[in-house]
């Protein structure tokens, strides 16, 4: 029977308390952590899988700490999973001894047919290893041992979210609804061009992949443009000014010298 249950976190690290990878804090006091002054307005929806949460306080600690709103499951169940939009399912497969858990459980979330991008943990560098090569190249399935965990969830979160079949897009504060052609930042109603639209649609569909200047033309204007790659940079100035972006310290659209444009990084 699948289990479901509000999380409440321990008063201590536990098992794991001696973390001490790069990608996972040592303390609550983490320079990691969001400070108390910022607000979540864009969080993501993150499942975890385990027989043991309490073993992984330091990683519930930064998930709630970068704006994650969790819900905790003791089994799996795909009738559940599949009832609600969830970012990233943390599957906890570091108490098995067994070298092929990993991939039995990354087996099973491709044969349910969800489209749920899942990180699932492993005890060891040797059962990392162990995993075959075809299931380490899966599209939406990372795997990681606990001291890289908080590194793995930032990489499989990031970029923006598409709410199943709504046409919806969302990337930190912007929404944009791809039906009404329309886009927020928070609250905020923004005005932007057709070609703005088509250039923002453009980034976050690409998921923080680079588009050149090049790609943008021909998915933008297709052949029916004659201009310089110069017209590219004096529309997305505008689309900044509108965003209330800047190139010098971008939030939203970051400029890679000589290759194009990709979605900032959340820490950006």
């Known amino acids: 029977m699948f289990n479901s249950e ?13 973390w001490t990878g790069s990608g996972m804090p040592q303390t609550p006091g983490s320079s990691q952590s969001t400070s108390a002054g910022d607000r979540c307005t864009a969080p993501r929806r993150v499942g975890l899988l385990s027989p043991a949460p309490d073993r992984l306080y330091p990683l519930i600690m930064e998930l709630y700490r970068g704006c994650c709103d969790l819900f905790l499951m003791h089994q799996a169940d795909e009738s559940l999973l599949g009832t609600g939009p969830v970012d990233l399912l943390i599957v906890d497969e570091t108490l098995s001894e067994e070298a ?20 699932i943990l492993v005890r060891d560098r040797q059962h990392l290893t162990s995993i075959p090569a075809d299931l380490r190249k899966q599209q939406g399935v990372w795997f990681a041992v606990p001291q890289e965990a908080w590194t793995a969830v930032q990489s499989a979160v990031r970029g923006p979210r598409r709410e199943r079949e709504t046409g919806i897009l969302t990337f930190k504060d912007l929404c944009v609804d791809e039906k ?44 029916d443009f004659y201009g310089g790659s110069n017209v590219v940079d004096a529309h997305m100035k505008s689309l900044r000014k509108k965003l209330g972006d800047s190139a010098a310290a971008p939030k939203y659209i970051l400029t890679v010298r000589g290759a194009g444009y990709r979605l900032a990084d959340d820490g950006m």
Not at 104 to 115: C, E, N, Q, V
Not at 198 to 223: K, Q
């Open 180 to 223: 009404r052609m329309s886009v927020t930042r928070g609250q905020t109603s923004l005005s932007l061009t057709k070609t703005e639209y088509d250039l923002l649609r453009a980034l976050l569909a690409a998921e923080g992949a680079v588009l050149s200047r090049e790609e943008l033309i021909h998915r933008i204007w297709s052949s």
């Open 100 to 119: 092929g858990s990993a991939s039995r459980m990354a087996s099973w979330l491709r044969s349910t047919g969800l489209d749920i991008p899942a990180l």
């Open 6 to 18: 509000t999380l409440t976190a321990p008063s201590r690290a536990g098992a794991y308390e001696s």
